[in-house]
C-alpha cells in the first residue's frame, strides 16, 4: 500500500518540469484500494483485486523517485528531511490502528491469537512485517484470515525502498553515474530474480524486496522519464506522435501528442482490466502476471493528466477523494474484516462484510480529516520526534505481548495440555493434559519434526524410522498397516487400544503426505516421495491382512481405485479407506472457549465445516456400490444436531479434536471402538460398511 502524499510539486520553467497535482494519480489510487478492498471482503467478485497492490507500488516508486530526482538536481536533498516528511505522513495513521488492534485484542483474543498478533504489531512497527509473514504461510492460504495485521507486508516492502533507494540515487549522483542506467540494472535483477524463483520458492518472490523492488522501480523509471524532459519519454512520444500523423494525417493538424498519451492511456486501462479480472490466487504472482499490473499504471501515469481517460474518470470527483483517503482506507479494511473472521470463528455472512467494508471508509475518512491531514501540514519538529517516540512504544507493546505469550493471565485457566507441536495452542492448557506426540506415534513419519521445531523445516526425509513400524512380531497372527498422513496417525491410539492382542500394527504415516500408489523409487529430497515408497516396499514384503489408508479431505475416486487395486496386487486382501474427521472452521477448544464455554453442547453446528461435510457425503454416495471398504468417521460423530464437541461427561477431559480436524485419544478410542475394529477384523467379503 503506498504510503505517500499527494504532494504539490511547482512548476520550474528550467530542465526539472513538475507537474502540479494530478488529481488523476488520485484516482489511481482509487482503482488500486477498491479493488483490494472488494478482493479482501468480496474476492469471487473481483478474483484478480490484490494487484492493486501492485498499482500502489508504481505510484509510490513514481512519486517519491519525483521528488528525489528533483532534490538532488538542485542540490537540496537532505536524509532527514526526507524521513521527517515519511514519519509525517506514515506514523499518525499506522500508530492508530496498531494501538487499536491492541486494545481490541487485549479484550478478544485468546493468548495464542493475541501472541501472533504482538509479533505482528512489532513487525509493523519496525517495517518488517514481509519479513515476519515470508516465515509463516502464505498470503492466499487460509490462516491469512486470522491475522488482522497480514497487509502490512507491503508497507514493509515500501519502507525499505526508501531506505534503500535515496542511498542508491546519492551514490549514482555523487559518482555522476548514470541514473535511469541504475535504475534500469537494478529493475532487471530484481525481475529476474522474481521469475526464476517463483515456481520453487513462491512465499520469498511474494513477500521479500528483492523480488519485489522491480515494481517501485518501474515507477521510478516513469519519474526520470518525466523529471528530464530533454531525455525522456516524452521527446519518444512526441517523435512517435509525429510518425502518427506522417501516415495518419488528422483533418485538422495538429502537432501535440495527445493522441499517443490517449492510446496509452487506454493500453494501460486494458492492461488493469485484465489484470483484474484474468489473475487469481492459483496464478503464479507475481512472476510475470505482476507486469501487467505494473506496466498498465505506468502507461497510466506516463499519459499525464490531459489524457481522456485520466481527466474524465481518473480525475472525477468521486475518485479523487476515494484516493486521498485510500492509505487510511487500506489500513482499516483489513483489520476490521479479520476480527469479524475471528469473532464469527469462520466466513463472515455477506451482510458483516458489507458492513465492515462500510465502517472502514468512514474510519477512513475521519482520519484523513481529523489526524492524518493536521499531522501532515505540520512544520512542528517536535511533531515528528513525539511519532517516532509513539512507534518506538508501540512497537515494544506488541514485542512484549509477544514475549509474555499472550499474557495467559488474561484468561486464567488450569494446568496444560502437552501440545503436538512446540509452540501450539497454549488455550489447550484449558482441557486435560494428554501426549500427543506419543500416542499420534510420529516415529514412523518421514517428515522431520526435529528440524522443524528447531526452525529448520526441510522436505529432506528422515535417514530412518523406527523398525517396529515395520517389523512384524512374530508372536502376533493378524497384521493391520496404517498408511497416509496425520489424519492417519490419529487413529494409531485408538486401534492400539481396541484391537485385539494377537494383531500387529504396522504404521508408514508421515505428514501432509496422501498415500499415492505410482512411487516406484526411494527419495533423498522429498520426504513424502520416501514415505511411500517405503510405504510400498514394506507392503510388498509383509503383506498385511488388512490395510487402513487416511488422509485429510482429498480423495479422489480414481486414486481410491488405484490404491485399491495396487494392494490387491501385491496380495493384500482387505482395504479399508477411512472417511474425513469433522473439519472445524477454527481450532475447536478456541471455539469452545469463544462461544460455546458456558453450558457446552455434546453436539454443535457452531463452526462446522459444510464442506467438509459434504464432501464426505459425496464420497460416501460414489463409494456405495463399488465394493470398496469405507469407514465413514463423520457419521460415527455427526448427526442432524452437528458434531460431538467432546465425549463423556467433562468437557475438560473429552473434547474431541485438538486443533480444526485432528482427533484427541478419546476421540481415536470411541472411533476404533464404534467402527474401525469392525472393519478391520470383519473377515467377509469386501464389501462397504455404513456405521448408523
Excluded at 497480514?150 to 559518482?175: D, R, T
Excluded at 507441536?421 to 499420534?440: G, R
Excluded at 458456558?598 to 465394493?627: C, F, M, V, W
Amino acid at each position: 500500500m503506498t504510503s505517500l502524499s499527494v504532494d504539490n510539486f511547482t512548476s520550474n520553467k528550467n530542465e526539472l518540469a513538475h507537474p502540479k497535482y494530478r488529481a488523476d494519480i488520485d484516482g489511481l489510487r482509487a482503482i488500486a484500494i477498491l479493488s483490494v478492498l472488494v478482493f479482501h471482503a468480496f474476492p469471487t467478485l473481483l478474483p484478480g483485486g490484490f494487484i492493486g497492490v501492485d498499482i500502489f507500488f508504481v505510484i509510490s516508486g513514481f512519486l517519491i523517485s519525483t521528488i528525489l530526482y528533483e532534490k538532488f538536481e538542485q542540490g537540496k536533498f537532505k536524509l532527514t528531511d526526507f524521513y521527517a516528511r515519511r514519519i509525517k505522513r506514515i506514523f499518525p495513521a499506522l500508530s492508530l490502528i496498531l494501538i487499536t488492534c491492541i486494545a481490541l485484542g487485549w479484550f478478544t483474543l485468546l493468548s495464542d491469537e493475541y501472541k501472533q498478533l504482538g509479533k505482528h504489531i512489532a513487525g509493523g512497527a519496525g517495517f518488517i512485517s514481509n519479513l515476519i509473514l515470508q516465515q509463516e504461510s502464505g498470503y492466499f492460504d487460509s490462516s491469512a484470515d486470522l491475522k488482522p495485521l497480514l497487509h502490512l507486508w507491503s508497507l514493509g516492502i515500501e519502507e525499505q525502498f526508501y531506505i534503500f533507494w535515496p542511498i542508491v540515487l546519492w551514490a549514482g549522483y555523487k559518482c555522476r553515474l548514470n541514473i535511469l542506467a541504475i535504475c534500469t540494472l537494478i529493475l532487471c535483477a530484481s525481475f529476474t530474480w522474481n521469475i526464476y524463483h517463483i515456481h520453487s520458492d513462491p512465499a520469498t518472490v511474494f513477500y521479500m524486496p528483492y523480488t519485489r523492488i522491480w515494481e517501485l522501480l518501474i515507477g521510478a523509471a516513469v519519474a526520470y522519464a518525466h523529471v528530464y524532459r530533454k531525455k525522456s519519454l516524452s521527446t519518444a512520444l512526441n517523435n512517435a506522435n509525429a510518425m502518427f500523423i506522417r501516415f495518419f494525417p488528422p483533418k485538422p493538424t495538429k502537432t501535440d501528442n495527445s493522441t499517443i498519451r490517449n492510446i496509452a492511456s487506454i493500453c494501460g486501462t486494458s492492461a488493469l482490466f485484465i489484470g483484474l479480472v484474468f489473475i487469481n490466487k492459483d496464478s503464479s504472482f507475481p512472476g510475470w502476471w505482476a507486469f501487467l499490473p505494473t506496466l498498465g499504471a505506468a502507461l497510466i501515469i506516463s499519459a499525464g493528466p490531459d489524457a481522456i481517460f485520466n481527466r474524465l474518470i481518473l480525475s472525477s470527483r468521486p475518485m479523487t477523494w476515494v484516493g486521498l483517503i485510500s492509505f487510511p482506507l487500506y489500513l482499516w479494511h483489513w483489520p476490521i474484516l479479520s476480527f469479524a473472521h475471528i469473532f464469527e470463528g469462520g466466513p463472515v455472512p455477506p451482510t458483516l462484510r458489507t458492513a465492515a467494508v462500510a465502517l472502514s471508509i468512514l474510519l477512513a475518512w475521519l482520519t484523513y480529516k481529523v489526524i492524518e491531514r493536521p499531522i501532515r501540514t505540520s512544520n512542528n519538529k517536535l511533531t515528528t520526534m513525539l511519532l517516532l517516540a509513539l512507534m518506538l512504544l508501540v512497537g515494544y507493546s506488541g514485542y512484549s505481548i509477544y514475549k509474555h505469550n499472550g499474557f495467559e493471565s488474561r484468561l486464567g485457566g488450569i494446568q496444560g495440555f502437552s501440545s503436538y507441536f512446540e509452540n501450539s495452542l497454549p488455550e489447550q492448557k484449558y482441557f486435560q493434559k494428554i501426549d500427543l506426540l506419543n500416542t499420534y506415534r510420529t516415529d514412523c513419519d518421514f517428515y522431520n519434526l526435529e528440524k522443524y521445531r528447531s526452525g529448520n523445516a526441510t522436505n529432506t526425509p528422515r535417514a530412518s524410522i523406527k523398525e517396529s513400524c515395520y517389523t512384524k512380531d512374530a508372536t502376533k497372527n493378524k497384521t493391520v498397516f496404517l498408511w497416509g498422513d496425520s489424519h492417519a496417525q490419529q487413529l494409531y491410539s485408538g486401534m492400539k487400544n481396541r484391537l485385539p492382542s494377537d494383531w500387529n500394527i504396522l504404521q508408514i504415516t508421515s505428514s501432509g503426505c496422501a498415500a499415492s500408489p505410482s512411487v516406484s523409487n526411494p527419495s533423498t529430497v522429498d520426504y513424502c516421495a520416501q514415505s511411500n515408497w517405503f510405504a510400498l516396499e514394506t507392503l510388498k514384503k509383509t503383506t498385511p491382512d488388512v490395510v487402513v489408508i487416511s488422509q485429510i479431505a482429498n480423495y479422489d475416486t480414481p486414486t481410491i481405485f488405484q490404491l485399491s487395486e495396487k494392494l490387491k496386487s501385491i496380495g493384500v486382501k482387505r482395504t479399508v479407506f477411512v472417511g474425513p474427521v469433522p473439519h472445524w472452521t477454527a481450532e475447536l477448544p478456541k471455539i469452545i472457549m469463544k462461544s460455546l464455554w458456558l453450558n457446552t453442547p455434546k453436539r454443535t453446528l457452531i463452526g462446522l465445516s459444510q464442506e467438509t461435510i459434504d464432501y464426505n457425503t459425496a464420497l460416501h454416495r460414489t463409494l456405495q456400490d463399488s465394493g470398496i471398504v469405507f469407514a465413514d468417521i463423520i457419521n460415527t460423530l455427526c448427526n442432524e444436531q452437528g458434531c460431538l464437541t467432546y465425549l463423556g461427561e467433562d468437557k475438560t477431559k473429552g473434547i474431541t479434536s485438538w486443533d480444526y480436524g485432528h482427533l484427541t485419544p478419546i476421540a481415536s478410542d470411541y472411533i476404533a471402538k464404534k467402527l474401525l475394529v469392525q472393519l478391520i477384523i470383519n473377515s467377509e467379503s469386501d464389501t462397504q460398511a455404513t456405521n448408523k
